[in-house]
């Protein structure tokens, strides 16, 4: 059985065990929907989700390349992407991934998130191809070899932006189609179904990436995610309808925020500041800017963590490791659905106990990993952590942002929120860039200097713990927060 077979097996059999789980579950009263609209439904929302997920491939296929990139030396001897260099790119790009649904969010609500999907993924293909081109030109010595060697930081950091830029369709795009898809009180299970998606976006990213690095070259790492993106923008054209009327069934009453409004929409700077002005919208934008922090402080640095480290702790050959991806896939996808599943099933559709919950699993996590970060434990605690944390992600951003937000403001409302993640994770990227420990190479290239010693990582667990505090409290606030539509009752 071929090495990529092999590993995508387990994720697939998590995939069908949870489809059953999922198709099982108890249906929701007064929605009853025919068969042929649901089945039309998951013909909408599978191929749209799989270009989100591939945006993700794009999009942390960064990291991936870090390790090739931090075992090249630059004219000074450092490695070509060091612990700073990486935290600066990435900075760069998720400031301009939050700030852009300033724009986005409103574009998206004004044209559609079939158009939104669209430009994401034609964007982000295209800036991943530059990517893969200057990649390619350092490797083998190509004509723009000197330019790329002496301003890496600087190109990559522009040709990041600009990739992020496009990637914040996304999130949006995914929202706003799925919005007039699905009744309010069955779209905890979609928040799931986002967790799921972003759990196979990071796993593609981290375990694909790799198998793209073991057996060709670096450039290969940004030239298959452009592929990819470049066929499902292809099938986006043909497939994804924005509402149920386009492909033919009666739009549905969704119960949510804007449920019931007719006439012209409002102008995006009056919903802006509707949104801004609307204390649970913004107390889920405060707790997923936390979010955004503890998400990627594990996913960006406990791998340069285990690399860094692995002459003293050993970790580079453990199980976590080796299967990064995998993991995160599994905890990403049994977090999103235990998250979708209890909030509809248990607590009546509200999203605040839930993210109430997970966010107490991640304090605790982090308090445990301070005194537990030198030891073995460390790779399969992240890994609970992360279960968490994409599960309140898929629950806010996928879920919580349609019902406040309501179909008509999703993209301004999901803009917020996930701008706000964006703008935590850009945070996480200062902190982290400042405070980690200095990766150094000597004369024959093997990682020397600070960052090989674990007590110089300290700061990286102690960081976590504040966010998780303010998240856990912020969540608590929300326990009983429900959207109030403008009018009651269902169809389908």
Not at 116 to 132: D, E, P, T
Not at 205 to 223: C, G, P, R, T, Y
Not at 235 to 259: M, N, Q, W, Y
Not at 419 to 425: H, R
Request: net charge positive; with cysteine.
């Amino acid at each position: 059985m071929p090495d990529w077979l092999e590993e995508f097996l387990p994720i697939v059999i998590l995939l069908a065990a949870v489809a059953v789980v999922i198709a099982r579950l108890p249906k929701v009263e007064g929605l009853d929907y025919s068969a042929g609209f649901r089945r039309r439904r998951v013909f909408n929302w599978v191929p749209l989700g799989l270009t989100y997920a591939f945006l993700y491939m794009g999009r942390y296929n960064l990291k991936v390349s870090q390790s090739a990139f931090g075992g090249m030396q630059d004219a000074a001897g450092n490695p070509v992407m060091a612990n700073a260099d990486f935290a600066t790119i990435f900075l760069v790009g998720t400031v301009v991934y939050g700030i852009s649904f300033v724009l986005n969010g409103p574009l998206t609500d004004r044209f559609g998130g079939k158009r939104a999907i669209l430009l994401g993924a034609g964007g982000a293909a295209l800036a991943n191809l530059l990517m893969g081109l200057a990649t390619w030109s350092l490797v083998n010595h190509g004509p723009a070899h000197v330019i790329v060697a002496e301003h890496f930081v600087l190109l990559f950091s522009l040709l990041y932006a600009l990739n992020m830029y496009f990637q914040s369709f996304g999130a949006v795009a995914i929202v706003k189609v799925n919005a007039p898809w699905f009744n309010v009180r069955e779209r905890g299970v979609i928040g799931a179904v986002f967790g799921i998606l972003i759990s196979l976006g990071v796993y593609f990213a981290f375990d694909w990436s790799k198998l793209v690095l073991k057996h060709l070259s670096l450039e290969w790492v940004f030239l298959v995610p452009a592929c990819i993106l470049a066929v499902f923008w292809v099938i986006d054209v043909f497939v994804v309808k924005e509402r149920p009327s386009g492909a033919g069934f009666a739009d549905i009453d969704l119960g949510d925020a804007t449920s019931g409004e007719e006439g012209p929409p409002l102008k995006a700077v009056k919903v802006f500041k509707m949104m801004l002005r609307n204390p649970i919208i913004m107390t889920i934008a405060c707790i997923e800017f936390c979010s955004g922090f503890l998400r990627q402080a594990i996913m960006q640095w406990y791998q340069s963590f285990a690399r860094q480290t692995d002459a003293v702790l050993g970790l580079m050959d453990g199980f976590v490791n080796k299967n990064w991806g995998m993991l995160l896939c599994a905890a990403g996808i049994l977090g999103g659905v235990f998250a979708g599943v209890i909030s509809d099933h248990v607590f009546q559709s509200r999203r605040g106990p839930v993210a109430g919950i997970l966010y107490g699993i991640l304090l605790l996590g982090a308090i445990v990993l301070t005194f537990t970060y030198r030891t073995a434990i460390v790779g399969w605690l992240v890994v609970a952590m992360s279960l968490a944390v994409i599960g309140v992600h898929g629950m806010l951003s996928g879920t919580a942002s349609m019902d406040f937000g309501g179909s008509r403001n999703a993209g301004i409302a999901v803009g917020i929120i996930d701008g706000f993640v964006y703008l935590g994770t850009g945070f996480m990227s200062l902190v982290y860039g400042v405070l980690l420990p200095k990766d150094q190479l000597d004369a024959a290239g093997r990682l020397t200097g600070p960052a090989t010693n674990p007590d110089n990582w300290l700061v990286w667990p102690l960081a976590m713990i504040p966010m998780a505090v303010i998240g856990f409290v912020l969540a608590l606030l929300l326990w009983n927060a429900k959207p109030r539509p403008k009018t009651t009752g269902g169809s389908g």
